[in-house]
């Protein structure tokens, strides 16, 4: 069994800064992609960033700038440093895992709960 735990989320200012942080546990060799997702009040779920092992990053349009994701292959983590946070920034924040190679399994699209983030004056 996979688990994903985040940690990080809370309330800042708009123009303040958060980091973000997902731990992935099990009995894992080896994660290919992770990635954070958000889902603000009444909207679809979205991607934010994602990391392969191999260090190549993508980030929605949004962030780019603003946002930097990154991984510790050994620890088996993923953050996300969140600067110039805007209002609209405002979402739960997901944690995805893909493709996770265990002992005995490869699981597909496994995710955290979430921790909330709120930007507000």
């Known amino acids: 069994q996979v688990q994903l735990v985040e940690s990080g989320g809370g309330l800042v200012q708009p123009g303040g800064s958060l980091r973000l942080s997902c731990a992935a546990s099990?009995?894992?060799?080896?994660?290919?992609?992770m990635a954070w997702y958000r889902q603000a009040p009444g909207k679809q779920r979205e991607l934010v960033a994602a990391i392969t092992s191999g260090g190549s990053t993508n980030y929605a349009d949004s962030v780019k700038g603003r946002f930097t994701i990154s991984r510790d292959n050994a620890k088996n983590t993923v953050h996300l440093q969140m600067n110039s946070l805007k209002p609209e920034d405002t979402a739960v924040y997901y944690c995805n895992a893909d493709q996770v190679q265990t002992l005995l399994h490869r699981f597909f699209e496994v995710w955290g709960r979430g921790t909330a983030v709120t930007v507000s004056s």
């Open positions: 099990g009995s894992i060799f080896s994660i290919y992609a």
